[in-house]
C-alpha cells in the first residue's frame, strides 16, 4: 500500500480515538511514562504541524512548541492530521528531503514516521482512556513491516523502550505493540 493512503488513514483513527476523549480524562496518565493523556495528544498534533514546513524546507520554530491544542483538543487533533495529510499527499512532497528536528530523512521515510506516530499514539489514547484499541490490521502490518528496517534505529535513538515481552503466539496488534514496548497482554492469534 502507498504511504500516503496509510498515513492518511493512521490519522484519522488518531482523530476518532482524541474524539473520543472525554472531558474528565486529558489529566488521565498515558502509556507513555511521565505524559498525561493531554501531553500526549499535543505532542502528536505538534508532529503533524510541523509536516509542511518539514517537507517544503521551511523552519520549525517555537510556534511549533508548547501548547498546542487550544480550547478545542478534538479539532486541534484533526485539523493537524489533515493538514499533514494534504502535505504529504501533495504531488512530490515526499521526493526530497525532510529535515525535523531529530534528524534529516527522505521524505518517504519521514511520511513513514508520521504514520506510526499517529498509529501507535492513536492506541495509546485509547488505552489511556478506556477507549476502542482495536487498530486496523492493513495499519498493522504496514506499521510491522516499517518497524522491521527501523525498529534497532528507533530504539537505539530512545524514541522506544525496550520491548514488552508476550508469547509467540500473540495476535499481530499485540506483537507489533510489545516491539514499542507498549503494556500488553498477549492474544492468542486465531485463524
Do not use: K
Not at 517555537?62 to 502535505?87: I, T, W
Not at 530504539?155 to 525496550?162: D, E, H, K, V
Amino acid at each position: 500500500m502507498d504511504i500516503r493512503d496509510l498515513h492518511r488513514r493512521a490519522v484519522r483513527s488518531f482523530a476518532d480515538r482524541v474524539a473520543a476523549v472525554r472531558d474528565d480524562q486529558w489529566a488521565a496518565p498515558s502509556p507513555c511514562a511521565g505524559w498525561t493523556v493531554r501531553d500526549l495528544i499535543n505532542h502528536v498534533v505538534a508532529g503533524n504541524r510541523i509536516v509542511a514546513p518539514v517537507l517544503t524546507g521551511g523552519t520549525v520554530d517555537e510556534r511549533y512548541g508548547g501548547y498546542l491544542l487550544g480550547y478545542d483538543p478534538r479539532a486541534a487533533a484533526r485539523e493537524a492530521g489533515d493538514e499533514a495529510a494534504a502535505v504529504i499527499e501533495a504531488d512530490g512532497a515526499l521526493d526530497g528531503m525532510a529535515h525535523p528536528p531529530h534528524g534529516t530523512f527522505p521524505g518517504e521515510v519521514y511520511a513513514w514516521q508520521r504514520f506510526t506516530e499517529n498509529l501507535i499514539h492513536g492506541w495509546d489514547a485509547a488505552h489511556a482512556t478506556g477507549g476502542d484499541e482495536g487498530l486496523d490490521p492493513e495499519l498493522v502490518a504496514a506499521c510491522a513491516g516499517f518497524l522491521d528496517q527501523a525498529e534497532d534505529l528507533y530504539r537505539q535513538a530512545g524514541f522506544i523502550g525496550p520491548r514488552t515481552e508476550i508469547g509467540t503466539d500473540a495476535d499481530p496488534q499485540a506483537a507489533l505493540l510489545a516491539r514499542f514496548g507498549r503494556p500488553v497482554t498477549a492474544r492468542v492469534a486465531t485463524g
